[in-house]
């Protein structure tokens, strides 16, 4: 933490944030931050401006998630526009932390990558090993901007959908930028990791940088979002096995033991389960957390009845759900919940991603044996033994397997955003396009059906914000 501390300073005492008409990188100093050691470069990658990616609007715009009244009518606009996948979130002279933020990284990333080389004090295998980690940061980075900003991936146009501007030069003075092509997006993502995959420490040293088992992970959900799935499996394999081995604290935390007598996630209160801060949750193999719009002490939004009658009466993971208002209140109607914690979703790389995506793949490929395997080795953690297994008429069922396992992402995830982002590939597959519920519902205190609202395909990808827009001419919106 000493080293957060320090280059915080480092960073905030460097980037000025002034106006620059045509910018919408919003750090804009009017050089190079001063960093000149191997050292210096390493602490960049420390920044707090990399850690805190708060995307928050995905939250709301899961399938999972229903509106309460009189709750939702407290929500601020921003938060009501994405619950009700309206056209346009953000007013003209608001800025989108959903670009941001991100932009924001890539300016620190885009930096080490283009100086660390020349840098002084340090090995070359220093050098080139924080290079990698920042170019598989611009593409963990790049991944949540084109899942946000651009449509689905489909191979047949993928060449001419728009996608995002690619920027990889740390030149705050560059404007008016251009939209690339998804597919030119996809495969600037895909060169970044496969170019520092042979450079990365194959051990984490540390949860908030990135390691080999976690770029591999990544670059296995890449190839899972374009459906892709002989590719994504080798790379997910590699990425297990490097949990599997690691002398760093990387595992799945097992509820029975957590939650049981004397468990370290206890006491359970109206705020959720007690856990452990981002760098010390041990689940978590690279460090990257968003804002709970919807988590904590929230009533506006709550998990639907269909999603929580996907959890089993003794499912650990309702121990994040809780059934009353805060502070207080009657319950819910209808069984409905809201989320408690993780008050901060975290959304870098999840060991239980990992079991999760590797779990759906196998099932694709027709490795149900092995898909079974992966999901009775999470669920064995989030509930006792005997509720674990995977029912038989499922596990004998490629197609019914498949559903089981995004299913399971949704009781795994439900409410941090994490099923947004399922749902956009899930609507371009064939197979399961109709496993995407396209209605969102307010309700009534009493249970009754206040509002509902239609999710029509081109809401599944955000409009460029209005400011960003008017910063950028040449730059087209999405419809």
Request: proline fraction near 6%.
């Amino acid at each position: 933490m000493k080293n957060i501390g320090k280059i915080t300073i480092l960073v905030w005492v460097s980037v000025l944030f002034i106006a620059c008409k045509g910018d919408f990188l919003e750090v804009t100093p009017p050089g190079k931050l001063i960093a000149s050691t191997t050292s210096d470069y390493d602490l960049l990658l420390n920044s707090l401006t990399l850690g805190n990616q708060f995307i928050t609007k995905p939250q709301a715009m899961g399938d999972e998630m229903a509106g309460i009244e009189p709750y939702y009518a407290g929500a601020t606009q921003q938060q009501q526009r994405a619950f009700q996948w309206e056209k346009d979130i953000y007013e003209q002279n608001e800025d989108a932390q959903e670009i941001s933020d991100p932009t924001k990284a890539l300016y620190l990333y885009n930096i080490v990558i283009n100086e660390v080389l020349a840098s002084v004090g340090g090995s070359e295998a220093q050098k080139k090993t924080l290079q990698a980690e920042a170019l598989a940061g611009r593409a963990w980075t790049y991944f949540q901007l084109i899942n946000l900003f651009a449509p689905p991936y489909v191979a047949a146009t993928a060449a001419t959908d728009k996608g995002f501007p690619i920027i990889d030069r740390a030149n705050v003075l560059l404007n008016n930028f251009q939209r690339n092509t998804v597919k030119e997006v996809y495969d600037f993502i895909i060169n970044d990791l496969q170019s520092a995959l042979p450079y990365l420490d194959q051990v984490p040293r540390h949860r908030f940088r990135m390691s080999k088992p976690a770029a591999q992970a990544l670059l296995g959900k890449v190839y899972l979002f374009m459906g892709l799935f002989e590719q994504a499996l080798p790379h997910l394999d590699t990425a297990m096995s490097g949990i599997n081995t690691s002398t760093y604290p990387v595992r799945l935390y097992d509820y029975n033991v957590t939650f049981g007598p004397g468990g370290a996630f206890l006491p359970i209160t109206i705020f959720g389960p007690l856990l452990p801060n981002l760098y010390n949750y041990e689940e978590n193999l690279y460090a990257r957390q968003s804002i709970g719009d919807w988590t904590g002490v929230s009533n506006a939004l709550v998990l639907t009845p269909a999603t929580m009658a996907l959890y089993g009466p003794s499912d650990l993971r309702r121990n994040f759900l809780h059934s009353a208002p805060y502070p207080s209140g009657a319950n819910f109607p209808l069984g409905m919940a809201r989320k408690t914690a993780p008050f901060s979703p975290i959304i870098g790389m999840l060991v239980s991603d990992i079991y999760l995506m590797r779990a759906e793949v196998r099932a694709r490929l027709g490795n149900l044996t092995g898909s079974k395997a992966d999901l009775e080795a999470l669920r064995i953690k989030r509930m006792p033994v005997s509720a674990a297994p995977v029912p038989n008429s499922v596990a004998i069922d490629r197609i019914a397997l498949v559903k089981f396992a995004l299913e399971e992402r949704i009781r795994e995830y439900s409410g941090l955003g994490y099923r947004w982002y399922d749902m956009r590939r899930l609507s371009v597959d064939a197979e399961f396009s109709a496993t995407v519920k396209r209605e969102h519902t307010i309700y009534t205190n009493q249970g009754s059906i206040a509002k509902t609202f239609t999710l029509t395909n081109n809401r599944l990808t955000f409009k460029i914000p209005p400011k960003v827009l008017a910063e950028n001419p040449q730059m087209q919106d999405n419809d």
